[in-house]
């Protein structure tokens, strides 16, 4: 049976796409219902190299690289991480997880604004290989930030209670799989509400 959703996110050394090295990759898959405990314990992770990366022609750039020295010691662990692996293996380890746990041509894609993680992902996917292939189906990419604001009626991006749920819940600003959980959270709030 197809997993219902896969969330995936890149935190990046730039706010431009096609320069973007990637330094972490986190995702989730599963069924709207699921615990995010059950999803993290299931999902996706890791750190990344950038020499690769930069090799490629990507560039970290001076704004964002400030703007993680002003995030918090939990999120800057990623700058720090020993655990990286080369972009080519995440990259490939992220197809074969994806594969895995049931990603598949049904499952609808959500990213939070994939004009810029799609791009990102696209741009390396086309330098490392010189062709694009992807472990979802393509056609069931969807922006996260539209579908929260058509189900909660705002304009923001956010579910009118996002701070208290993500609070709640304990996540970490800025860490990858917990933004991918972040967004769970929010629409699967509003899938139990229709459902129920």
Same mark, same amino acid.
């Given at each position: 049976?197809?997993?219902?959703?896969?969330?995936?996110?890149?935190?990046?050394?730039?706010?431009?796409?096609?320069?973007?090295?990637?330094?972490?990759?986190?995702?989730?898959?599963?069924?709207?219902?699921?615990?995010?405990?059950?999803?993290?314990?299931?999902?996706?992770? #890791?750190?990344?190299?950038?020499?690769?990366?930069?090799?490629?022609?990507?560039?970290?750039?001076?704004?964002?690289?400030?703007?993680?020295?002003?995030?918090?010691?939990?999120?800057?662990?990623?700058?720090?991480?020993?655990?990286?692996?080369?972009?080519?293996?995440?990259?490939?380890?992220?197809?074969?997880? #994806?594969?895995? &746990?049931?990603?598949?041509?049904?499952?609808?894609?959500?990213?939070?604004?994939?004009?810029?993680?799609?791009?990102?992902?696209?741009? @390396?996917?086309?330098?490392?290989?010189?062709?694009?292939?992807?472990?979802?189906?393509?056609?069931?990419?969807?922006?996260?930030?539209?579908?929260?604001?058509?189900?909660?009626? &705002?304009?923001?991006?956010?579910?009118?209670?996002?701070?208290? @749920?993500?609070?709640?819940?304990?996540? &970490?600003?800025?860490?990858? @799989?917990?933004? #991918?959980?972040?967004?769970?959270?929010?629409?699967?709030?509003?899938?139990?509400?229709?459902?129920?």
């Amino acid at each position: 049976m197809s997993n219902q959703f896969l969330i995936f996110d890149f935190e990046t050394l730039s706010n431009i796409p096609l320069q973007a090295p990637i330094i972490s990759l986190g995702a989730v898959s599963g069924n709207f219902g699921d615990s995010i405990s059950d999803l993290r314990e299931t999902g996706f992770y #890791c750190n990344i190299k950038t020499k690769e990366q930069t090799d490629l022609g990507l560039q970290p750039n001076k704004e964002t690289v400030k703007w993680w020295f002003s995030q918090g010691p939990e999120a800057q662990a990623v700058l720090n991480a020993k655990d990286k692996i080369s972009v080519s293996d995440a990259l490939k380890n992220f197809a074969t997880w #994806c594969k895995s &746990v049931g990603v598949d041509k049904n499952t609808k894609t959500f990213i939070r604004a994939p004009h810029f993680d799609m791009t990102i992902y696209e741009n @390396i996917l086309f330098k490392l290989y010189g062709k694009i292939d992807y472990p979802f189906n393509h056609w069931k990419i969807r922006d996260t930030r539209t579908a929260i604001d058509i189900m909660y009626d &705002v304009d923001n991006g956010y579910a009118p209670n996002a701070k208290e @749920i993500i609070k709640e819940a304990g996540l &970490v600003e800025h860490n990858a @799989i917990d933004d #991918c959980l972040k967004d769970y959270l929010q629409l699967n709030q509003y899938y139990e509400a229709i459902k129920g």
